[in-house]
């Protein structure tokens, strides 16, 4: 259906002034920051398989402007879209964008399917499809502010086909978030400093998760010396303003000052209403998923630590979910990954889109293990829909699992490691969901400063970030 070509086509062009949202139409914008909504439902362990929305009322679908995925963000003001959607164009500079020659390939003359394809190819391609058709292998570009896909209804551009509303859910995830040692030195008197200059933009998304890199807690011996990491209780209520809804302690800092620092941890994020995924007093615990629901969307969170130092989960003991793998716990244990896959499908079953949170790989390069990509690949064949991975410090490429996207690392988010370049560099992700389907995952690139506080950058900084991610990525990711 949203491949369909043909006389249809023909009418967006007719159909675009007709078609464009009036200020009666629109709906009030929600205020600037607004923090993640509390969910409607949020069950840790229990619940039933997600209701079948009834069907939202049709509306035009946006015609959006889609490029390859490596292409810088951009916006396109609406005269200059409108008269590329008409007429073609054959320069990036119609469209105000950098570039020489373009190429413009839309539904008028070909399926959306096909005209997806060319533009995952090449980078000089200009894809215009309905908003429907495009998935996260694509960037879109924004027309007069507007995004076609997190504003379906406001956006200017339209196709004259009605389709039903989807629901539009939005998540951002960050990396490594380390508020001890040095970061809660330089900040004793507020130790969630470091998240003040990026809290309006990550509690804007209407989920929020990022790996919680240290305890809450000094109640025992050191484990690991000076790297053992021990955050101030109080960073909760920062966290909490940031919008964080989840943090994964499936990672090799968690139980840096042994067992009772570690449930104590647990207990504090407990009662400041961030949840917890990846560790746990037992095994049992440890393998919880987490399942957040917006507006009727169910979103499931599973997080795995192949890196060691915290212990293993057991009946037992408490610890990180384990998943055995080079470099640093061996071989990859393959009744581990059945265990976790076996996970997945249950937790699939219950949610519309499964995301799994994993602290994996080689610390300070860009090179994915082998072992990562075998473990990814288990985990879409299992359902998940995401991948998103922590650890090794530096950014790591994107590529697709099966229908899976996997982003092996987003490098540090807040960290005191200021002896590399490398380190002191990351991305975000704001993901876009239509009902079940992951529409964009547009990563954010941001430098740590001198005070340890990660800050948006632009420019030749932000595009030497983004080369480094897209020239480890492979696929349609692949620059």
């Not at 007429?87 to 539904?107: E, F, H, N, P, Y």
Request: charged share 25%.
């Amino acid at each position: 259906m949203m491949a369909r070509a043909g006389l249809a086509g023909l009418l967006v062009v007719l159909l675009l002034a007709a078609c464009q949202t009036t200020d009666e139409e629109r709906p009030p914008a929600p205020p600037a920051g607004a923090s993640s909504a509390p969910a409607a439902s949020t069950s840790p362990s229990v619940g039933p398989p997600p209701a079948t929305r009834a069907p939202s009322p049709a509306f035009s679908m946006p015609l959006a402007l889609v490029v390859h995925a490596t292409r810088p963000t951009a916006d396109v003001a609406v005269a200059a879209a409108r008269q590329v959607v008409a007429s073609g164009a054959t320069r990036w500079d119609d469209i105000g964008q950098s570039g020489g020659k373009m190429r413009v390939l839309s539904t008028k003359e070909r399926r959306a399917g096909d005209v997806l394809r060319e533009v995952r190819a090449s980078r000089n391609v200009l894809g215009i499809v309905p908003a429907d058709a495009v998935d996260a292998r694509v960037r879109v570009l924004t027309v007069g502010g507007r995004h076609p896909l997190r504003e379906p209804k406001r956006y200017p551009l339209r196709t004259p086909f009605a389709r039903s509303v989807p629901e539009v859910t939005t998540l951002a995830a960050v990396g490594d978030i380390m508020l001890g040692r040095r970061v809660g030195e330089r900040h004793r008197a507020d130790p969630g400093a470091p998240l003040k200059p990026l809290r309006k933009q990550l509690a804007a998304a209407e989920i929020t998760v990022g790996n919680f890199e240290s305890t809450l807690s000094s109640d025992g011996s050191a484990t690991q010396g000076g790297d053992s990491f021990a955050a101030s209780p109080r960073v909760t209520a920062r966290l909490r303003a940031a919008g964080f809804d989840l943090v994964s302690l499936a990672n090799n800092h968690v139980g840096d000052y042994g067992d009772r620092a570690l449930r104590q941890t647990l207990a504090r994020f407990d009662s400041a209403r961030i949840e917890t995924v990846g560790a746990g007093r037992d095994l049992t615990a440890a393998r919880r998923p987490v399942i957040i629901e917006r507006n009727g969307v169910r979103v499931g969170f599973l997080a795995v630590d192949s890196i060691g130092e915290t212990p293993a989960a057991t009946r037992t003991r408490a610890g990180s979910n384990r998943l055995d793998m080079p470099p640093r716990t061996g071989p990859l244990n393959r009744a581990q990954l059945q265990r976790i896959s076996a996970d997945i499908r249950a937790l699939n079953k219950r949610v519309d889109v499964a995301v799994v949170l994993t602290h994996w790989g080689t610390q300070y390069t860009h090179r994915v293990e082998s072992s990562q990509r075998i473990a990814a690949r288990a985990f879409a064949a299992a359902g998940a829909d995401l991948v998103i991975g922590g650890h090794p410090h530096w950014v790591q490429g994107l590529e697709m699992a099966g229908s899976a996207v996997v982003v092996h690392s987003l490098g540090n988010f807040i960290f005191d490691m200021d002896f590399q370049t490398k380190t002191r560099e990351g991305i975000f992700l704001e993901i876009v969901l239509w009902d079940d389907a992951v529409k964009a995952v547009e990563p954010v690139p941001y430098v740590i400063d001198d005070a340890f506080t990660p800050r948006l950058v632009r420019g030749d900084r932000a595009r030497g970030i983004l080369d480094d991610l897209w020239n480890s990525s492979r696929g349609s990711f692949a620059q």
